[in-house]
Structures are given as C-alpha cells and as structure tokens.
C-alpha cells in the first residue's frame, strides 16, 4: 500500500483544515488508518486513527475539534481540523496497518506516506 497525503497549508488560529491520506495498490478495508505530526526537535507523536470497524480514536489535545473519517471506496482517509491552534502546527503524516494492532503506536504501523506541513498563525 502507498499513501499520499495533502490538504495541508497556512491557516489563522481558528481556521480550518481538511488533510486527505489517498492510498494506492490493494485495499484498506481491513486497515486501521492514523495519523500522527511531528514538530523540528521532537517525536512524532499520534493525532487520530480509525479502524476498519470505524472505531476512531484521538489523542486529547485534538478532541471536539478534530474528526477522522474513512471512505473504503476511494481508499481515502480524511482528518477534518477545525479551530486550529499554532501548537497544531507541525507535519501531518498518515499510516496504515493491517488489523487494529496498536493504533496509538506508530511502530504497529505498516506505511507510511510523505508528510503534508500544517502551520497555524496566531
């Protein structure tokens, strides 16, 4: 599986953004999607993922303003970022796995695409 990711950019605090994960070659049904940022100078750290039963999960710092969301059919992965804060401002990467392994964990991840940037001005 190849991931591509985009939708990102510069955004105002409080803006909005949607990021999109596309994948390519066989199917993502039976895949927990995720993604994770990662600020210069620090880990990559989990933002949100959701299982193929649709069960979506979120680190605490994004609750009540980010939404992940799946469409099988176009093997895309959506990741809604409303009420944005500079601190959200990092690179976005996406990442699959076969299963729901780990879904916090990036090591249970089997792919990864290409990081989009996100920046938030205050």
């Known amino acids: 599986v190849q991931l591509q990711a985009s939708g990102g950019g510069l955004v105002q605090s409080g803006g909005s953004l949607r990021l999109s994960c596309k994948a390519s070659?066989?199917?993502?049904?039976?895949?927990?999607m995720g993604w994770f940022r990662q600020t210069p100078g620090k880990e990559r750290e989990f933002v949100a993922a959701i299982t193929w039963r649709r069960n979506s999960y979120y680190t605490d710092s994004v609750k009540g303003r980010f939404t992940i969301s799946r469409d099988n059919v176009k093997k895309t992965v959506y990741l809604q970022m409303n009420s944005l804060k500079p601190e959200d401002t990092a690179v976005y990467y996406c990442a699959g796995q076969r299963g729901a392994r780990g879904v916090r964990n990036e090591s249970e991840y089997d792919y990864w695409g290409q990081g989009t940037q996100v920046t938030v001005s205050s």
């Open positions: 070659g066989r199917t993502i049904t039976d895949h927990t």
